[in-house]
């Protein structure tokens, strides 16, 4: 059943926001309708002025108690009798969407969503986090820590509220839709993380933003080794099983514990002092193309240390010597502080991750 696609049923804040305006604008139409129709009336049958016509109706709606301006025949009597229970249908309606609207916060929501809408437009070059559970929480902790621009995009209420809590920019909506990935902008995005507890959801959420950007980089959660296969083949770029990565580290915790505190302090926490980054060494602006590691001095320049150089087609070299060549296409893999990082990507140019 792993392509079984669950039903929505319930609204999300933005749809119940969306509801209560159409609501609003309805009721307000009617009364408007309702008046226009007792001001036709009385103008057009009775005669009546436009002025007395319209103040006959206000009065009527408005059941203050005041007399006929002119007398009125027995079947503008009956058409004033159905005009005060229209009127009186019409105003209930629009009170009663009025006190939802007051009791559900929808002027203020109408604030917060214009503002945010703001912001999300203004979103380029940007990361997605589709589900803010578990998994999410963590991976949202080390964007804001990283400084890295990103939405969250999630269906639950209560994962919503926990995100706002946290000051993070979030979109409610199903991230396995092409209409929510659109809204979070997924066609500017650089970098999309799928971290939903359904392995289904994760498939779908990739195959959908690869669709609508297939430059994006796609990073999915992976709960079996069935379902890192079908991820990769539907385009993900990175699979992570937390169960296969949590039994990993278990094991080297166990057998290797001063390495592991080691690459605990650069892979994880919000206080660390050494970083890794991949640095893509670009033709138009990289320096240092064609010259080898130690001709390039990076070291001695940034103090950040180059680990490992992954070619263009995908040949991983850790630990190069200094006569290892730097070529185009060549991705960096270096550690070092935030400042010598900073000064590295200085030296090599704008940086493309």
């Known amino acids: 059943m ?13 749809k119940n926001y969306l509801r209560l305006r159409r609501e609003l604008f309805a009721a307000s139409l ?16 009775e005669k009546w002025s436009l002025i007395d016509s319209a103040y006959m109706t206000m009065i009527t709606l408005s059941s203050v108690g005041f007399g006929e301006i002119n007398p009125l025949d027995d079947r503008s009597r009956l058409f004033t009798m159905v005009l005060i229970m229209m009127g009186l249908i019409a105003i209930g309606y629009l009170l009663n969407r009025i ?9 203020r929501e109408s604030i917060r969503l214009r503002q945010k809408k703001n912001v999300i437009d203004k979103l380029s070059n940007h990361y997605i986090l589709c589900g803010y559970g578990r998994t999410g929480n963590h991976v949202a902790r080390e964007f804001a820590a990283e400084g890295i ?28 839709l092409d209409e929510f990935l659109l809204l979070a902008k997924v066609d500017q995005a650089i970098c999309i993380v ?4 359904s392995d289904a959801d994760n498939l779908y959420t990739v ?12 990073i999915a959660r992976a709960s079996t080794e069935e379902a890192i296969k079908k991820l990769e083949r539907a385009g993900a770029d990175a699979v992570v099983s937390p ?6 580290r278990l094991a080297a915790a166990a057998l290797r514990p001063q390495v592991m505190d080691f690459v605990d302090g650069i892979f994880a926490g919000e206080e660390k002092a050494y970083y890794l980054e991949e640095c893509l060494l670009s033709q138009e602006n990289c320096p240092c193309i064609g010259k080898t590691l ?17 070619r263009r087609d995908g040949i991983l070299i850790v630990g190069p010597t200094g006569d290892s060549i730097l070529e185009v296409g060549d991705s960096l893999m270096c550690m070092g502080t935030s400042e010598q990082l900073r000064i590295l990507n200085d030296i090599l140019g704008p940086i493309n991750n």
């Open 149 to 176: 621009p990103f939405i969250i995009l999630d269906l639950e209420l209560d994962e919503i509220d926990k995100a706002q809590q946290e000051g993070y920019l979030v979109l409610q909506g199903d991230a396995t």
């Open 30 to 45: 009617l009364l408007v309708t309702v008046f226009l129709m007792g001001t036709l009336w009385f103008w057009l049958v």
């Open 243 to 248: 169960y296969i990565t949590g039994g990993k």
């Open 207 to 218: 195959m959908s933003a690869k669709a609508l950007n297939p430059n994006i980089r796609a």
């Open 194 to 197: 799928a971290a939903l507890s």
């Open 294 to 310: 130690a001709q390039t001095q990076l070291r001695a320049k940034s103090g950040a240390l180059v680990v490992a150089i992954r």
């Open 2 to 14: 792993f392509f079984k696609k669950p039903k929505v049923s319930k609204y999300t804040l933005e």
């Open 99 to 107: 006190t939802e609207a007051f009791l559900q916060g929808y002027f």
